[in-house]
DNA sequence: CTGAAAGCGCTAACAA
DNA sequence: TTGTTAGCGCTTTCAG
């Protein structure tokens, strides 16, 4: 239960010293002041009164709010990337600063009252997050400043933008699934989405340099959610030459061909493996079975950003360039060696 | 691009005034002492100036931030509740507050140094806010000011709690089954917390209202997750006189009866009905049958504990009565009559 | 080496 | 009716 009152001019008191010794002393700011024996004192004096100077009036005097803001589309709402906001939190808190986050929820219009009321607030930096890959064309206040972008993009690279590695991703699920000895290797990709189309990037990349012929390529236009899987699924495993191994465009697309793998009799692994995207939470590791996938490091690209911001705001030039961060890729029991 | 400068006094320039009448004007003390004709000039200017005060300032002087503090134990990172940090940042910033969240990830010993953190940012109030629904003991901060508990409640009710109905919510699903003119209905509940116990006791209130012997009753401790709930569905499945609907724990038990059903060559719904809990984003509506599900209040229950939070805030007395927020059961494809 | 003083932008009590 | 003044708690310049 700290007391939760001490101010610099109560330390003062209890040191003997002036309410400016104070501050300095604690704020390293000597430059040759005061003397070492006050010095102690003040210390002393400030454990003993559980002081901390107050951050509404160090904001006040300072200019600074050690408050960075989060703008979303759908971090918040989304159950997918909730993990991004976590790591930009601990992050940030680490070193000293909170994040005031506003979820838009995709709502129009509400972004720009969203940024108004951030900047209102005095925050000392701005990260746009989105639940999905994709550009963003950053407003006049991120360019005003530090900024930064988490899982989205200015096409034009004027703000450091921290992105998953998806090509790289999907190149690695695909050299699993050759390593096995899997020739017929679908993707059921999302849309035509930036992921989807890097994820498809990273699957060509590999079968190709695998040598392999477009007979053995196939890739349909999914969507995101269990439901498309299951019907990509149906259209694609009913064919005499079916694959024997599917990349599907994210974890739900996954428990679709799952559930229409089950529905048709069809096992996994042992006549079919599956890799999905995302490792996300309380579902990759507890499919039936347990499922291979990639992982989107979202907490760490929370981290970066929120990196990016607390550099450029301490003094560092802005660092334009995109950093791709690695997706890990995890082996669990839906894939086997082709049959 | 809102000038980001105009401060009271240049208000009070532009208008010909002193910086008290500004800031009462701006805030509505007038206690008859300005003129009409001031009020206008003030009211122009700072609309002309786009002046809005600053907040900062606005919190040293008033000793209130307008910020409220979440601690939460994995709201943000679990994919469940996102909804609920969503919903509260709504409620407040309705009222010209923000919100301040801290997630702990469950890990010991973070929630002390969080409440600190944010007792230190000098929050206005608080609210803890937990993953699934369980008794949480408030310490001393929580009930030295306002402060609120979503989907987690005082066993010694000091704090207003916001918590979902959940027996109301799993007696409405049984009914609809019973309905359905299913009579072997099992429960596949979660494990001995509290929200597997109130569901079960809405689920036996319905059974037993239905006037159905101990025979058509069947619970299973399970899990609250896919896998839990393939397994528990295989040996629930297998029996002779196996149910013909099932409740399940949540929407992950249910994906994973879905997928058990699927590979048993059991028909949902025709052979079998299944209802899950939760409304899982992403999930429940996109299953392949979509899910007949009870959804949770989570964006309700945030809203309404930073309701109760700020009431208190401005003046209101502690009402520390536990709020029951209503789970409404949506009805999708996945129950049908039984067979 | 130390302390007094100014001021961040605002509100509210108090004089005029 | 209006304007002046005294802080909220802190940092930093500038005399002592």
Redesign the pocket.
Known sequence: MAAR????????KLA?????????V??G?I?????????ERIRAAAKELN????P???S????RTATLGIITDEIVTSPFAGRLVSGATNAALARGYMILVVDTEHIPGREGPAIEALQHRRVDGLIYATGSLQPYIPSGPFRAQPAALANCFDPEDRLPAVVPDEVTGSRRATELLLELGHRRIALLGGDDDNAALLREQGYRSAMDRAGLTAGDHQVIVTGWDINQGYRAAESVLQEPDRPTAILAANDRVATGILLYAATAGIQVPQQLSVVGYDDQQNVAANLVPALTTVALPHAEIGAIAVKRVLDELEGSERRTERVLVPCPLITRQSTAPAP
Chains 1, 2 share one sequence.
């Open positions: 009152k001490a101010t610099a001019l109560d330390v003062a003997g010293v002036s309410r400016s010794a104070v501050s300095m604690l704020n700011n430059k040759g002041n005061v003397s070492k024996d006050a010095q002081y901390l100077p107050n509404v009036a160090v006040l005097r300072n200019q």
